[in-house]
C-alpha cells in the first residue's frame, strides 16, 4: 500500500523552528512534484510549499523567506525546515503529490506554535 508518512511535529514557541520529514516510495518521489500542505482547525487545507523534480520550488506567501521545502532523493524523503515560526503557522501539516491524490493522505504531524 503506497503510503506517506508524516514527523517532526510539535510544540514550539514564536521565532522557533521545527523541520517537518515526508518518507515515502521511490515511485512516487521520483516522478512527481511534492508538496507540503497544512490545515488549521476550521480551515480548509492549503498547499504551503512545493517541490519539483528538478528542484524548482514555489512557496505560498504567508511562508516565503522563512520555510524551505527540499528532498533527498537517496532517502526518498521531502522536508519542510520552517524558521521564525509564527502563532498562525499552527496546524497539521501533510505531504502529498502536487496536485494532490486523496489515495495518498497520510495521518499528518501537529505544529503548534505557541507561548
Known amino acids: 500500500q503506497v503510503q506517506l508518512v508524516e514527523s517532526g511535529g510539535g510544540l514550539v514557541q514564536p521565532g522557533g523552528s521545527l523541520r517537518l520529514s515526508c518518507a515515502g516510495s521511490?515511485?512516487?518521489?521520483?516522478?512527481?512534484?511534492m508538496g507540503w500542505y497544512r490545515q488549521a482547525p476550521g480551515k480548509q487545507r492549503d498547499l504551503v510549499a512545493r517541490i519539483a523534480t528538478d528542484g524548482t520550488t514555489n512557496y505560498a506567501d504567508s511562508v516565503k523567506g522563512r520555510f524551505t521545502i527540499f528532498r533527498d532523493f537517496v532517502k526518498n524523503t521531502v522536508y519542510l525546515q520552517m524558521n521564525s515560526l509564527k502563532p498562525e503557522d499552527t496546524a497539521a501539516y501533510y505531504c502529498?503529490?502536487?496536485?494532490?491524490?486523496?489515495?495518498?493522505w497520510g495521518q499528518g504531524t501537529q505544529v503548534t506554535v505557541s507561548s
Open positions: 502529498n503529490t502536487y496536485p494532490q491524490l486523496g489515495r495518498l
Open positions: 521511490r515511485a512516487i518521489f521520483s516522478r512527481n512534484v
